[in-house]
């Protein structure tokens, strides 16, 4: 049967279509193939001194201009000082198993979301003028590095959560409820079973698979 000019540009484009995807899925098993396991990412020891300067001189500037700042403070300061360092030089990697992209250890637009929902919480912190430069710094070009990355490497929540931030709507999500265990409702250490009882439940296990493979074998 012969197309017709409508039917024959319509091909034309689903066939373009086609190709494009496939392109752009071969190319993904490609990096694939180039981008580490979290487990398995090494971080350049280059990189690694930078960001530890970075974060240390960080530390220090703040807790000048605190006095006190508690270990939990240190922690936030590290991570948004060594990944706004990052992402100034250029110091990221994509990894997988999770996928994402990472400064150091510092998931990217996890980082961002966690730095919000903590300064949310205890805003002590933005007393000190350069934690506050570096946090609203770090808002900002999270948005704008987002905007070139690759979706399925970022997590939209995240993302979502630093675009209210700086829209000044973001509200600190409501604790879990979490029902108290009453004390009868306690359960006991279940005993660390003997060697022998470890056999026997293995022997057990092992006639269980045997009958269930010779019945599936006379279906």
Known sequence: ME?????????REYDRLAKQRSRAKEKLERE?????KVADYKIPEAWESQLSAASQAAIIAIRAELQQIT????????????????????????VQIPMGIVVGIWFVDALGSEAVE???KDPALLGSPTFK??????????????????????????IADIRRALAGEYRVPPAPNIPKLKPESVLEPNPIPS?????????????AQLQFTQ?????
């Open 3 to 11: 197309l017709n000019e409508e039917q024959r540009a319509a091909k």
């Open 32 to 36: 694939s193939l180039s981008i580490p």
């Open 71 to 94: 270990d939990r403070d240190e922690y936030v300061i590290t991570g948004i000082s060594e990944v706004l360092c990052g992402l100034r030089h250029r110091l990221t990697q994509k």
């Open 118 to 120: 903590y300064v949310h």
């Open 133 to 158: 430069g570096m946090y609203d710094a770090l808002l900002s070009e999270i948005m704008q590095w987002s905007k070139k990355q690759d979706p399925e490497f970022l997590t939209p929540q995240y």
């Open 195 to 207: 060697y022998e009882q470890i056999l026997e439940q293995g022997r057990l296990r092992m006639l």
């Open 215 to 219: 019945e599936k074998e006379e279906i």
